[in-house]
């Protein structure tokens, strides 16, 4: 069974671009999850959504945003990128709201 | 402000022996917990959860032990295998989200 996709592995920006970043569920999962790690340091939550409704979001500016498909696939959209923005961004995703989250291997995104 | 700490980035373990991680919270409305292994260039990967509900858990070599009235949990891997050498993150949650801890950096030593 195909685990948590996420695309691409790697990606360099500079300073100002945008970015989408996607993610595609375990098949069955409803609920998808962002995070951000960045070196020695724990995922940080960004966003949660459900059923294609955004169900929480975490301490990050209005330049990141999200949304789910009808497929429960989802995208990350960061906007105005800054070099802070560096990290390895990690989907996860569970069956339902709560429960045991499963990761993607994440997209490392470098910002020059 | 942390909510939930992994006050030991490290952690050496000979192999064979008992490997004991620790997790610390802040939040009492957190109530499921889990554990998460990390490799390098891989996501994290699911190990082992308890509710609040619960002091124990335990699933072949990882046992996962909750003190609410500490506000602490635990995760023990017994027998310890070189393949467990990793970060090692907990995780909490009381709503939608959950927080991560920092991380500990398990090396098992063969």
């Known amino acids: 069974d195909a685990g948590v996709t996420q695309s691409p592995t790697h990606l360099i920006k500079t300073r100002g671009q945008h970015v989408t970043l996607r993610c595609s569920p375990i098949s069955g999962h409803k609920s998808v999850s962002w995070y951000q790690q960045v070196l020695g340091q724990g995922p940080q939550f960004i966003f949660q959504y459900y059923e294609k409704e955004e169900r929480g979001r975490g301490n990050f500016p209005d330049r990141f945003s999200a949304r789910q498909f009808p497929n429960y696939s989802s995208e990350l959209n960061v906007n105005a990128l800054l070099l802070g923005d560096s990290a390895l961004y990690l989907c996860a995703s569970s069956l339902a709201v709560l429960g045991e989250q499963f990761f993607g291997p994440g997209t490392r995104l470098t910002v020059l | ?110």
Not at chain 2, 1 to 18: A, C, F, T, Y
Not at chain 2, 28 to 44: Q, R, T, V
Not at chain 2, 77 to 102: E, H, L, M, R, W
């Open chain 2, 1 to 110: 402000d942390q909510q939930v700490k992994q006050n030991s980035p490290s952690l050496s373990v000979q192999e064979g022996r008992i490997s004991i991680l620790n997790c610390d919270y802040t939040n009492s409305m957190f109530d499921y917990f889990l554990w998460y292994k990390k490799y390098p260039a891989e996501g994290p990967t699911f190990l082992i959860s308890i509710s609040s509900i619960k002091d124990k858990n335990e699933d072949g070599r990882f046992t996962v032990f909750l003190n609410k009235s500490a506000k602490h949990l635990s995760l023990h891997i017994v027998p310890s295998q070189p393949g467990d050498s990793a970060v090692y993150f907990c995780a909490a949650s009381g709503t939608y989200k959950y927080i991560f801890g920092t991380g500990t950096r398990l090396k098992v030593l063969a």
